[in-house]
């Protein structure tokens, strides 16, 4: 039997399951959490998101530069990738003392860019990655993503913390 090939698709496909989940949880969250909690969160999902953005650029959208017909779209997700950067360092250094409307505000907006760049990724950007990779370039970012390790980092402390996790 031919070896399980790597999916660069589903893995990606994976990782974004995985930060939406974070966003929601804290968008769905009522006031029971504190904002030091509330911080923790989003500081786990900037290791995350972090994490994944930089393997996406060193791997996949530096591949698919090289097409034409992909290029304009990457350097769209390129930019998009540079706000919700941003979006992410504005959260640093706020603390117990922030308004938890305006952060709650500043997360809504994180988790609709997030949203938006996620779409056009697994949209647009997979249709004409599909067109342009082989078969074998694909495997390959696929097991360079898997092994460059970095996301998911924060899952385990996350599923730590979250003891009080109940089953629905
Ligand atoms: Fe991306
Ligand atoms: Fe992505």
Redesign the pocket.
Same mark, same amino acid.
């Given at each position: 039997m031919p070896k399980r090939k790597t999916d660069i698709y589903k893995t990606?496909k994976e990782e974004h399951g995985k930060v939406k989940k974070m966003l929601k949880g804290i968008l769905s969250e009522k006031d029971g959490s504190g904002m030091e909690a509330l911080n923790g969160i989003i500081s786990d999902v900037k290791k995350e998101l972090e994490a %994944?953005?930089g393997k996406?650029?060193k791997y996949?959208?530096s591949a698919l530069e090289e097409d034409d017909d992909a290029r304009k779209l990457i350097f769209e997700?390129y930019e998009? %990738?540079n706000i919700?950067k941003n979006l992410l360092n504005n959260f640093d250094g706020t603390g117990a003392m922030e308004d938890r409307d305006q952060w709650m505000a500043r997360v809504k907006v994180l988790d609709d860019m997030v949203l938006h %760049?996620?779409k056009e990724?697994e949209g647009e950007?997979f249709k004409e990655a599909k067109k342009f990779l082989e078969k074998d370039q694909e495997e390959r970012i696929g097991q360079e993503f898997e092994n460059d390790r970095g996301f998911g980092e924060t899952e385990k402390r996350s599923e730590e913390q979250s003891g009080r996790t109940e089953d629905k």
């Open positions: 990606l %994944h953005m996406e650029e996949f959208y997700a998009e %990738h919700v %760049h996620i990724e950007v």
